[in-house]
């Protein structure tokens, strides 16, 4: 052993000295100095020094794209294979990256030979501008696909690939008051190098998401754009006259499109909340949450996976995808849930609806709130209010599901010697200081900016009294990784605001709504399903704040044209386009907790929608009981709350079968019909809900007082 010992020390000695690694040292302190930077200089321009909303916007997506796709050398560089194809790929990213450079020093040129009183730069500056730029992007994107970089490969392409990012970007900021951007943005009157610019633009941002998010997001994006120019031949209402290049690409490029909601919510609010995360993470406060969790629920029957709604719903809300929180809290949770009798496929499917619901649970509601807020006009604070009673219906149907499985296979808790011990968590129970600080900074009427940065800082406040104190290390680490952390959802943001850009521009969303007006004439539940299915069908494969955006572009206008509130309207679509997460056949948060269950992902994203079964039929509450969104006296609300959780108790009975004992086929019909009694929110027909799931407890408990 002791040889082994020596011999492994030898080995990384060895390791340690050769370039690569030294390369990879450097690098890697490189990249995340400049994720730091990132997230840092949003801090200080959206509390200190306030930019130019477009200026703010353009600079927050070039950042995004320039670490996107050098992120890569935060691994290590290494030489590139001394074969055929290895030879062709640096010929092929050395072109792209000579075009890219070539239309950077002809921007170069055009910013300095511009005299100070000049509306324009001199013609021949910007002459090969657009066309360079374009085939060198092209040509660099190519490279990629045919000669994909090892890992720990910096590519001439991607460098190429930064290079176009620079200069593409660099021209819009440039053109914003040369060329008048704002006026003939999307116009037959913009410049040809606008549309070039914004060309290039959005090629780097389809590559970027497909790298970071996979393709279902840039096949649903490629659709819409296809669409824009396919408009005179496309049947019935989805005809559009099209739209020739220049006009559709410097029209997506402006604040209807890319530079719109999405956007504004990613460069704002999401990015302050992920580097919150952060620095809980780094003041280890993200830790108490989850040993909370287990002390308070770990001894319970089954008590990993009650843990796991706890834990996640608390660590959800702040993460801004419900894959992400999955592997978070997860890693954690999913052993343990194995290790008390759940099987793999349930253990992970359980943690990903747990996780999805993290995206509803207030205040932070993984960043959804924020785009909701922006879209709909509706303060914040009221948004925050409306859906307390949802994410409580959410977590109490995972946590009835959980709790009759538990029962039906015996399955035990945690050991007290298992478990973190409450006592010593209530002495610490200042930790929760940073959400304490959060919510009543934001119910006292600061912006939610204000309110987030003082939570920012009070994180690291509340770490000095801890064994964890944040010092300037600490501090830089938490920037470091919640610019790391924000990148994705970032560029998937921009990705969707491309979506919402082709649905303004050729007013496909009106003409949907028309459609739902026509199915409401009919049946508005008809209606109502049909909305929900685009909405999960749209959000499949995205990230949450995506899926909402984009659905919320299609679908929610449909739903106030036919008589729905905005805000019953847009949580309907949020809530379905959270729990497009776990809906099979593309599952995120299911697929994420399968990796870490090691069980096969398809069978885990079914046990994960039966798991959230009930979480469906929440959002038909809000049309028929309005007042589970408090839009109604609160005693009504009371009522409407009493109900419906008796409503998916009886709902997770029905799907496990499983109810104060076994339930047969004939009570689990019975449990679905008294469910559906309480959804529509009459008391005549909750009466009839609450008749039924009493005369059950009632035989229950006698067929088991008979059987003791």
């Known amino acids: 052993m002791t040889d082994a010992r020596t011999q492994r020390v030898e080995v990384t000695q060895t390791e340690q000295d050769t370039p690569a690694l030294e390369t990879h040292d450097l690098l890697t302190q490189v990249g995340f100095l400049l994720c730091a930077i990132y997230s840092g200089w949003h801090l200080y321009v959206l509390n200190i020094a306030p930019l130019e909303t477009w ?45 890219t450079l070539t239309a950077l020093g002809f921007l170069s040129a055009a910013v300095l030979l511009m005299s100070p009183d000049a509306t324009a730069p001199p013609d021949w500056t910007l002459a090969f501008f657009g066309w360079t730029l374009a085939i060198g992007t092209l040509v660099a994107l190519v490279t990629g696909w045919l000669y994909p970089a090892r890992r720990g490969q910096l590519p001439l392409s991607n460098i190429a690939l930064i290079v176009a990012t620079l200069s593409s970007c660099g021209f819009i900021l440039f053109s914003l008051d040369t060329l008048s951007l704002r006026l003939r943005a999307g116009t037959p009157f913009a410049d040809p190098n606008n549309g070039w610019a914004a060309f290039v633009i959005v ?34 209402f989805l005809e559009h006259k099209g739209y020739d290049a220049n006009r559709f690409f410097t029209y997506v490029f402006t604040d209807n499109g890319v530079l719109g909601p999405t956007t504004a919510v990613s460069s704002t609010y999401i990015i302050l909340f992920i580097v919150f995360a952060a620095f809980l993470q780094s003041s280890k406060v993200g830790d108490y949450f989850v040993n909370f969790a287990f002390a308070a ?22 993460n801004g995808t419900s894959a992400g929180n999955v592997v978070s809290t997860g890693s954690l949770t999913i052993p343990l849930m194995k290790k008390v009798g759940y099987q793999p496929k349930s253990a992970a499917a359980i943690e990903a609806a747990a996780s999805t619901g993290g995206q509803i649970m207030p205040p932070i509601m993984g960043a959804g709130a924020f785009i909701m807020a922006e879209i709909t006009g509706i303060p914040y604070t009221e948004l925050v209010v409306a859906a307390l009673i949802p994410a409580i219906l959410y977590f109490a149907s995972i946590y009835f599901m959980v709790d009759f499985e538990a029962s039906r296979t015996g399955m035990r808790g945690l050991r007290s010697d298992e478990l973190p011990k409450m006592s010593e968590l209530i002495r610490q129970v200042y930790l929760f200081l940073p959400i304490v600080i959060l919510i009543g900074a934001l119910f006292s009427g ?9 939570a920012i800082a009070s994180a690291a406040v509340v770490s000095w009294l801890t064994p964890y104190r944040m010092g300037p290390k600490q501090v830089y680490e938490a920037l470091g990784n919640g610019g790391r ?45 049909f909305a929900m299915m685009i909405a999960v069908i749209l959000g499949m494969g995205m990230p949450t704040t995506a899926a909402y955006a984009v659905a919320a572009s299609v679908v929610a206008p449909g739903l106030i044209e036919i008589g729905i509130k905005p805000l019953v309207a847009h949580f309907f679509v949020f809530y379905f386009a959270v729990v497009s997460a776990i809906t099979p056949p ?30 469906f039929i929440v959002p038909f509450m809000f049309y028929y009981s309005p007042g589970l969104l408090m839009e109604a006296p609160w005693y009504v609300s009371l009522r409407n709350l009493v109900t419906a959780l008796v409503g998916v108790y009886m709902l997770a009975g029905a799907v496990q079968g499983w109810f104060i004992g076994s339930a ?44 003791a």
């Open 55 to 99: 200026t703010f916007r353009i600079m927050h997506i070039a950042g995004a794209l320039v670490l996107g796709f050098g992120m890569s050398a935060a691994v290590s560089v290494r030489p590139v294979p001394d074969t055929a194809a290895g030879r062709f790929s640096v010929v092929l990213g050395g072109l792209a990256l000579v075009a």
């Open 203 to 236: 090629l780097l941002i389809a590559e970027l998401t497909r790298r970071v998010a996979g393709m279902a997001l840039v096949v649903i994006a490629l659709v819409f754009i296809a669409y824009a120019f396919a408009g005179p031949w496309m049947p019935g």
């Open 297 to 318: 629920a770990g001894r319970a029957r089954g008590g990993p996976a009650k843990v796991s709604v706890l834990a996640s719903g608390l660590m959800g809300m702040i």
């Open 446 to 454: 600061y912006s939610v900016i204000r309110a987030g940065t003082l």
């Open 485 to 529: 952390m924000s990148l994705q959802i970032i560029i998937v943001c921009a990705c969707a605001g491309l979506i919402v850009g082709v649905i303004s521009l050729t007013g496909v969303g009106a003409r949907f709504s028309n459609l739902l007006f026509d199915l409401a004439q009919q049946s508005t539940l008809l209606a109502l399903v």
């Open 586 to 615: 593309v599952a995120l948060a299911a697929y994420a907790g399968a990796a870490i269950a090691g069980s096969e992902p398809m069978r885990t994203s079914i046990t994960s929608f039966k798991v959230g079964l009930a979480a």
């Open 664 to 707: 047969g086929p004939f009570m689990r019909v019975l449990l679905l019909v008294g469910a559906v009694f309480m959804i529509s929110g009459d008391w005549r027909t909750d009466l009839l809900g609450i008749a039924i799931a009493g005369s059950l407890i009632l035989i229950g408990w006698k067929a088991g007082k008979q059987t």
